[in-house]
């Protein structure tokens, strides 16, 4: 069993930046790809960013050239830096994890993230 923790959400204004945190014990981090999702009230679960165990990333247009994940593998934690942030970033936003042998999926619990206008 994986457990990812979650850290960093807030309250920011429009235009300010916040950087997430997940976290795991697991010595093994290194073996997963990593994204990040969201997600809104009343809205479905929409994945932000992705990178691989590699370190190849992926974004959705969305947050394209504001958001940024990366990883360190010797901290075993993943991170998404959020800049320029705006009022419909507003979302809890959850870690996932996937193991790179066999698919297992984890999720965090999520941190809430508000930005005000």
């Known amino acids: 069993q994986v457990q990812l923790v979650e850290s960093g959400g807030g309250l920011v204004q429009a235009g300010g930046s916040l950087r997430l945190s997940c976290t795991t014990s697991?010595?093994?981090?290194?073996?997963?790809?990593i994204a990040w999702y969201r997600q809104a009230p009343g809205k479905q679960r929409e994945q932000v960013a992705f990178i691989t165990n590699g370190g190849s990333t992926n974004y959705a247009a969305s947050v394209k050239g504001r958001f940024t994940i990366s990883r360190d593998n010797a901290k075993n934690t993943a991170y998404l830096q959020m800049n320029s942030l705006k009022p419909e970033d507003t979302a809890v936003y959850y870690c996932?994890?996937?193991?790179?042998?066999?698919?297992?999926?984890?999720w965090g619990q999520g941190t809430q993230v508000t930005v005000s206008s």
């Open positions: 996932n994890a996937v193991q790179i042998y066999t698919q297992q999926n984890y």
């Open positions: 697991r010595s093994t981090f290194s073996i997963y790809n």
